[in-house]
């Protein structure tokens, strides 16, 4: 059994940075190894690319600038652009903080995420948020967490969509991985 959250501190963890990709990289499907005995597949429905923070080009409330970033476009109208983190083994838990890039400061959209346990069940969460030019780590934090003994989060998926009456956006991005194994 899993828990969605929304608080990064549940998740006593390693943060990872997506030391394995460049800047300006291009993702459909790409492996990295997160430690000695981890591997983790990133998918994008969409290609997204790996950027960074940055308070003219992409200015998010993420923890800093400079940090680098999973940036997936979203298409008007299909609304794909899940950006997937699979692990090749499963973990106790893992999130990442995430917003949209937009016009305007606030930023209000729907925040979901998916996440998977080793037995293939579905848990889910939506919720409303906000996105502001501020580089100050207010961003919303997603994840989910295993329940109980034993690593059970084998999948989780990032997701954003807007909400009636709030601003338009073209790309949504996730910050840092938090992960525990």
């Given at each position: 059994?899993?828990?969605?959250?929304?608080?990064?501190?549940?998740?006593?963890?390693?943060?990872?940075?997506?030391?394995?990709?460049?800047?300006?990289?291009?993702?459909?499907?790409?492996?990295l190894?997160?430690?000695?005995?981890?591997?983790?597949?990133?998918?994008?429905?969409?290609?997204?690319?790996?950027?960074?923070?940055?308070?003219?080009?992409?200015?998010?409330?993420?923890?800093?600038?400079?940090?680098?970033?999973?940036?997936s476009?979203?298409?008007?109208?299909?609304?794909?652009?899940?950006?997937?983190?699979?692990?090749?083994?499963?973990?106790?838990?893992?999130?990442?903080?995430?917003?949209?890039v937009?016009?305007?400061?606030?930023?209000?959209?729907?925040?979901?995420?998916?996440?998977?346990?080793?037995?293939?069940?579905?848990?889910?969460?939506?919720?409303?948020?906000?996105?502001?030019?501020?580089?100050?780590g207010?961003?919303?934090?997603?994840?989910?967490?295993?329940?109980?003994?034993?690593?059970?989060?084998?999948?989780?998926?990032?997701?954003?969509?807007?909400?009636?009456?709030?601003?338009?956006?073209?790309?949504?991005?996730?910050?840092?991985?938090?992960?525990?194994?």
């Amino acid at each position: 059994m899993l828990t969605i959250i929304t608080n990064a501190t549940a998740i006593p963890g390693i943060d990872y940075a997506w030391n394995g990709l460049q800047l300006g990289m291009g993702i459909h499907l790409e492996s990295l190894l997160l430690n000695p005995t981890l591997a983790m597949s990133i998918s994008a429905e969409d290609f997204a690319v790996c950027a960074a923070v940055h308070p003219i080009q992409y200015p998010i409330n993420f923890r800093q600038a400079g940090e680098k970033m999973l940036l997936s476009p979203k298409k008007v109208g299909a609304w794909r652009g899940v950006i997937a983190l699979e692990f090749s083994q499963a973990v106790q838990g893992a999130g990442a903080q995430i917003g949209i890039v937009g016009l305007g400061s606030p930023r209000k959209f729907k925040a979901l995420v998916r996440a998977y346990d080793t037995a293939g069940k579905e848990y889910s969460v939506a919720c409303v948020t906000t996105s502001t030019n501020n580089i100050d780590g207010s961003a919303l934090f997603v994840g989910a967490l295993s329940n109980g003994q034993g690593a059970k989060l084998k999948r989780i998926e990032f997701d954003a969509e807007p909400i009636i009456g709030g601003n338009g956006f073209k790309k949504f991005a996730i910050g840092t991985l938090v992960y525990q194994v």
